[in-house]
């Protein structure tokens, strides 16, 4: 049996038992190949467009012996799934607004797709908001530390009454008392906020710190456009630290 780090296995978690998985951007099919071994799918599309991780995806299915469970399929994105192939989407390990096009690219073949498992390394608020204008409902959301680095697990299921999907990021009132905005209820995760982990205020205090060396660094410019940038930098960032301070508050 294959072993996954603590995201992939954070990942598998998410795709639904029974179901038929497409892995785009699969690299090793770690996740394809443990997810059948485990009997969790029955079958998996592991899609890779490079060939160096589409050698070392066909690699691993021939050592695991499941060549019939388990298709590798070279092609860009979604192109690696004929239609009405898959019920599950995973696309982990890429930047938002790789995942966003990938997804945008393949919407065709989503069609018959119920669960998109989705693990954005930066970009996280792009794929919430593609999420809502695309009638997908985001259905849970993991925060985890790894190695010194932050994921974001990101769930969704289809979503007919597409409004739905838009009231979890209104801005609300939360339960520590102060009013978030939308905008930082896509970046933040809207049910993060609601069961912040010690991993989300780590992640968070590591954001706002390097926000506050670019802050620093735009004071070297003169011109009237960096002020202005910086001013709505510094508002983001006290912003943002308004609702951690209140979010810890909460926790104790
Ligand atoms: N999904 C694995 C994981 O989370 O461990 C591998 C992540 S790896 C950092 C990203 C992989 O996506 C690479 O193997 C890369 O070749 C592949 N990739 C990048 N763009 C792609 C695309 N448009 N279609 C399919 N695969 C792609």
Request: aromatic share 6%; proline share 4%.
């Amino acid at each position: 049996m294959v072993k996954l780090s603590k995201r992939l296995e954070t990942i598998a978690l998410q795709v639904p038992p029974g179901s038929r998985l497409a892995d785009i951007g699969s690299d090793h099919a770690l996740l394809p190949v443990y997810l059948v071994q485990k009997g969790r799918v029955p079958y998996a599309v592991a899609g890779e467009l490079n060939p160096g991780p589409y050698d070392a995806a066909r690699k691993q299915v021939k050592e695991a012996s499941l060549g019939e469970r388990i298709v590798v399929r070279q092609a860009d994105g979604l192109r690696a799934v004929l239609e009405g192939e898959v019920d599950a989407v995973s696309i982990a390990g890429m930047g938002g607004a790789l995942i966003v096009h990938i997804l945008e690219e393949g919407r065709s073949k989503l069609d018959g797709v119920h669960t998109l498992v989705l693990q954005p390394n930066i970009g996280e608020d792009q794929v919430r908001r593609w999420l809502v204008q695309n009638g997908w409902q985001l259905a849970a959301e993991q925060l985890l530390e790894e190695d010194g680095k932050f994921y974001e697990v990101l769930t969704a299921v289809r979503n007919d009454d597409q409004a739905g999907g838009a009231d979890l990021y209104a801005a609300r009132e939360l339960g520590c008392g102060i009013e978030i905005s939308e905008a930082l209820l896509y970046r933040l995760g809207p049910y993060l906020v609601e069961q912040p982990n010690e991993a989300f205020f780590a992640k968070w205090r590591s954001e706002l710190a390097k926000l506050e060396g670019i802050a620093a660094d735009m004071t070297r410019s003169d011109a009237e456009s960096a002020r202005l940038r910086r001013e709505m930098l510094l508002q983001d960032i006290a912003a943002t630290k308004e609702v951690l301070v209140c979010l810890q508050k909460e926790r104790q």
